[in-house]
């Protein structure tokens, strides 16, 4: 049996963040699909705004970057400025 892949595939994602001003903080957040490195799965390792793996990544750099970048095969894809204003 031969599976096709979906030539359209779909993401939905709601995401709701509270954020406190007191808190040192991060540049953004990512979502990583498909294999993660054993060494990003290891307790106190964090994967972080940049993802892991080889797969897809979605990167919402935010910070002084104010952008969006799709991420294949560790190559960036596409990038579009966000106004996060």
Excluded: C, F
């Amino acid at each position: 049996m031969r599976l096709n892949p979906n030539p359209n595939p779909t993401l939905t994602l709601t995401l709701t963040l509270t954020l406190t001003l007191t808190l040192a903080g991060g540049e953004g957040l990512s979502i990583s699909y498909g294999d993660i490195p054993e060494a990003a799965l290891k307790e106190g390792v964090s994967v972080g705004e940049r993802g892991a793996g080889r797969g897809l990544r979605l990167l919402l750099r935010t910070y002084v970057h104010n952008q969006l970048v799709v991420m294949w095969d560790n190559v960036i894809m596409h990038t579009v400025a966000v106004d996060l204003g």
